[in-house]
Antibody
């Protein structure tokens, strides 16, 4: 059973760069037909798609965040990462990594448990 | 403002049925049969309940069903149970420029 686990700094200062990693276990990140995704949820609010990276390495980002976001893959470690630059308090949220399964059901079928990131000085 | 519009809250008594709507545009819900629904209990990660408008993943109760008409998708839960009380989010593919959009979420209260 494939599992995802987020890790990274839980506290980031304003104007700095948020960095998170999602470790993939129980399967290969290089398998075709999947997009490896980041989704966030500010406290008490709804879900916001940040972006994803295909197994091919192509990336797609939310237009509202595109100028600040980078998603990358490290195949040797079977993990993918998120970098969000120039953060403000509005970036405070629980950050989830998730797999978008294009093969079988065209949806986010596996999620990590989420990690809280607070932007504060 | 979320790209897809959902009611903020719905409620129902045990055993009843409820429907949650998800209204998008001709660029997302109206153009693709790639609408999915997620259930989220407090403090937990979302769980996939419906994919491709009306299909259920293995292990999801058949009390959950989905449909779509035009730019509006719907999630229906029949035979409400206390454990169904949660937040529900719709999601749609929106083409190569935007890719994925979520609804603002609906809080379901089982009375």
């Amino acid at each position: 059973q494939l599992q995802l686990q987020e890790s990274g700094s839980g506290l980031v200062k304003p104007s700095q760069t948020l960095s998170l990693t999602c470790a993939v276990s129980g399967g290969s990140i290089s398998s075709g037909g999947y997009s490896w995704s980041w989704i966030r949820q500010p406290p008490g609010k709804g879900l916001e798609w940040i972006g994803y990276i295909y197994h091919s390495g192509s990336t797609y980002y939310n237009p509202s965040l595109k100028s600040r976001v980078t998603i990358s893959v490290d195949r040797s470690k079977n993990q993918f990462s998120l970098k969000l630059s120039s953060v403000t308090a509005a970036d405070t949220a629980v950050y989830y990594c998730a797999r978008y399964n294009w093969n079988d059901l065209s949806a986010f079928d596996i999620w990590g448990q989420g990690t809280m990131v607070t932007v504060s000085s | 403002q979320s790209a897809l519009t959902q009611p903020a809250s719905v409620s129902g008594s045990p055993g009843q049925s409820i429907t949650i709507s998800c209204t998008g545009t001709s660029s997302d819900v109206g153009s693709y049969n790639l609408v999915s629904w997620y259930q989220q209990h407090p403090g937990k990660a979302p769980k996939l309940m419906i994919y491709e408008v009306s299909k259920r993943p293995s292990g999801v109760s058949n009390r959950f069903s989905g449909s779509k008409s035009g730019n509006t998708a719907s999630l229906t839960i029949s035979g409400l149970q206390a454990e169904d009380e949660a937040d529900y989010y719709c999601c749609s593919y929106a083409g190569s420029s935007t890719d994925v959009v979520f609804g603002g979420g609906t809080k379901l209260t089982v009375l």
